[in-house]
């Protein structure tokens, strides 16, 4: 036996009875069934909750609640029923506003007869997946919603026939706006062009709900892998920092869950890809690879010696190197640059550089690295930060000289004292190993070194012009021990501190 093919369950809104009367006698119904009317958008929406239509022909000026509020609540709820629009000459500005929400058309109420009411309802009806129409009116709407949830929540469908009668294509694949560069009292209208643009090009498409924020996510459902070029292009040009991500395709609906983790990689992978207006998983390198450490030893290193070109020259490269590693974190990638800077702006101070305008925008920089929307532009504020320290650093090249000379001098008068590095660097406000660093590389002698030859050189003067115990003279140079002063001494002299006062009289 034949089975007799569903028909299109049409509702009828408008405010005049001699209109829905009227209407009801313009067309011949055979493809179409008129199952209820409305006087108002209030009423139509209780009557779509029992009577689950597949087309609204609705007025746009009504009381209580008017056509266009009506197109916007069912495009929010009921996404998969077409909506038709009656409208007078002088209802224009609420016609385009109701066809941003996705409309299929709008008819002149004075122009209104037979054939052009039923070509209107033959275009939406093309729209129509043969799903809704065959569905049982309990599993369509909003328990299609349900029944993707479940699939995301890892729930199998079994049964093949509810699928099937849900889904008869045999190609699927997930389509992800990514809008986190749009403000957010425009996500909205960016959702509603989308779905105006899939509607258009006649793709059957469902939202699915997701907790990322700023991203749209379609399942887009065809008879074949459909190409979306073309709404790309639409959509770019209408706003230049939508990004888009699309799923390889799929023909199993049990497939979604795995396909839908991988477009939410995709959608953070966007970060490193920035210029790729539709990042697919093809577009992705390979990464074999751990990702390589940062040397963070040697990189301090440098900067205590004050080989500040080469150690920003490995930072930059590396910086460089980790946001091609797409698989990083972006928490991650974006806290190594924090630390980083962090570090600098430390050990820069303990260096006794003067950075206090970089340490002043310190907060800047951290605020706009968590801020940043891509890898590119965390690079840039990391550029932006080292030329700020070059800057604060030529100064500092050009004073250290006199630094190092205060230092020679201070050893000078106090050579005769108990000095020690870490007093030293106390006084001067030094880190130990930064002043142990830095005067062996300003100075052709280490501190141990210079002090000595500070010390035995005074000791020298003494023995050939006095005549005080060798002890005595140990004592008064800053030695308080007098085996390691002679120890020393006959380092530096080749000869005991007696043998020197006996060979040199």
């Known amino acids: ?18 209109i829905r009367q009227g209407i009801k006698h313009y067309v011949k119904w055979d493809e179409f069934q008129i199952v209820g009317e409305a006087a108002n958008g209030r009423e139509a929406l209780e009557l779509i909750e029992s009577l689950k239509p597949h087309i609204v022909l609705t007025d746009i000026v009504m009381p209580i609640m008017d056509g266009e509020e009506l197109t916007r609540v069912i495009k929010e709820k009921y996404p998969h029923i077409e909506v038709i629009i009656l409208s007078s000459f002088g209802e224009f500005h609420y ?70 009668e849900y889904f008869p294509y045999q190609t699927f694949f997930l389509l992800g706006i990514d809008m986190k560069q749009i403000e957010s009292s425009s996500i909205s209208t960016v959702n509603e062009k989308v779905s105006s643009l899939l509607q ?55 497939e979604m869950r795995s396909f839908f983790d991988s477009l939410l990689s995709l959608i953070q992978y966007r970060f490193y890809f920035p210029d790729h207006k539709l990042l697919v998983q093809q577009d992705l390198p390979a990464t074999n690879q751990a990702c390589q450490s940062f040397n963070l030893e040697w990189f301090t290193e440098e900067l205590t010696h004050e080989r500040f070109d080469s150690a920003f020259t490995y930072l930059k490269q590396y910086s460089e190197y980790l946001s091609s590693q797409y698989m990083v974190d972006i928490s991650e990638y974006k806290a190594f640059f924090s630390n980083i800077i962090f570090n600098i702006i430390i050990l820069l101070g303990n260096m006794k ?82 002043l142990s660093n830095y005067f062996s590389t300003h100075n052709k002698e280490g501190f141990i070194e210079y002090v000595n030859k500070i010390r035995i050189e005074q000791a020298s003067k003494k023995l050939l012009t006095t005549n005080l115990p060798i002890s005595e003279i140990s004592t008064s140079v800053g030695y308080s021990d007098h085996s390691y002063f002679c120890k020393v001494f006959k380092k530096q002299k080749g000869i005991s501190p007696s043998g020197y006062r006996r060979k040199m009289k």
């Open 353 to 434: 550089c003067e950075i206090k305008e970089v340490e002043k925008e310190k907060y800047s920089y951290f605020r706009k690295i968590e801020d940043a929307y891509s890898a590119k532009d965390v690079i840039s504020v990391l550029f932006e930060f080292i030329t700020k320290v070059n800057e604060c650093l030529q100064h500092h090249l050009e004073a250290g000289p006199s630094n190092i000379k205060i230092l020679l001098e201070y050893i000078d008068r106090h050579y005769m004292e108990p000095l020690t590095l870490t007093g030293v660097a106390k006084h001067f406000h030094f880190n130990p190993s930064y």
């Open 95 to 164: 016609v385009r506003s109701a066809f941003q929400c996705g409309v299929v058309d709008y008819i002149l109420k004075p122009n209104l007869n037979s054939e052009e009411l039923l070509s209107v309802l033959k275009k939406a009806a093309k729209r129509i997946p043969e799903l809704y129409l065959n569905a049982p009116n309990n599993i369509i709407g909003s328990s299609i919603e349900h029944f993707l949830e479940k699939i995301l929540a890892g729930h199998e469908v079994r049964n093949e026939l509810i699928a099937t």
């Open 1 to 18: 036996m034949e089975k007799t093919k569903a028909k299109y369950r049409t509702l009828i809104v408008d405010d005049e009875l001699l």
């Open 200 to 254: 258009a090009h006649e793709i059957a498409f469902y939202p699915i709900k997701t907790e990322v924020q700023k991203v749209i996510i379609f399942l887009i459902h065809s008879s074949n892998d459909l190409s979306i070029q073309p709404i790309i292009f639409e959509l770019t040009e209408w706003q230049e920092k939508i990004g888009i991500v699309k799923s390889d395709p799929f023909e199993q609906i049990n």
